[in-house]
């Protein structure tokens, strides 16, 4: 069973680009590395690494921000059953304010990495910051659009926090984290200026405190 792009059309590019010139170099498994949750005013930035076959016979997995919730479940869920090895870490409010939320979003994909029960040879990240480890990395700017493993641990990474979101609106259901997951919306501001902020809010961002 392969991977899919979900979207209107196939990318037309290689979305196993990346991950080729790393086995090239002698450089696989490779791991792809993504976070999601950096832009919210609540809850923590969750990190996914994951290390997909390199026989997987895919046109690759979109960006999670392009696909619908059930496209992301449905592929979260094939991720998870064709993956070499799959790990998520979290970084939670309280230290995001206390190391900031670039730190944060770092440290969170390293313990993905370090989570893996497989050992990577080589990482791709998503963005422009390498993260602190000692295995050889590249980054690749909007790699969750162009590489088939950092869209698949961005997918990983958002459904995971999504669920974690929706959990947190038993304990605090006046926000109403389950609909926009700790992220700056209208409604959002309005329930923080009427009940302030929960235990789950980063005080240092603006329009929190």
């Known amino acids: 069973m392969s991977l899919l792009f979900v979207g209107t059309e196939p990318p037309s590019f290689d979305m196993w680009l990346h991950e080729r010139l790393m086995a090239e170099r002698g450089l696989e498994p490779v791991a792809g590395v993504d976070e999601v949750g950096r832009g919210c005013l609540a809850g923590p930035v969750v ?23 059930s496209q992301r479940e449905r592929l979260d869920g094939l991720i998870r059953q064709k993956a070499v090895a799959v790990s ?60 088939s493993s950092i869209a698949a641990a961005s997918i990983v990474a958002k459904v995971y926090r999504d669920k974690l979101m929706a959990g947190f609106s038993e304990r605090f259901p006046q926000y109403n984290f389950q609909k926009h997951k700790g992220y700056a919306t209208r409604e959002h501001r309005q329930a923080l200026k009427l009940y302030g902020p929960c235990p789950l809010h980063r005080r240092s961002f603006k329009g929190v405190s």
Do not use: Y
Request: aromatic letters at 0%; a negative charge; charged letters at 20%.
């Open 88 to 147: 998520i870490a979290q970084v939670d409010a309280p230290e995001i304010d206390s190391i900031n939320i670039l730190q944060a979003s770092l440290k969170a994909m390293q313990l993905a990495v370090d989570g893996l029960k497989v050992r990577p040879r080589s990482l791709l990240v998503d963005g422009n910051q390498p993260i602190p480890h000692s295995i050889p990395q590249k980054t690749v700017v909007h790699g969750d659009a162009v590489s």
């Open 47 to 69: 990190a996914a690494a994951v290390i997909l076959p390199c026989s997987l016979e895919s046109e690759g997995v979109a960006d999670s921000k392009a696909l619908t919730p």
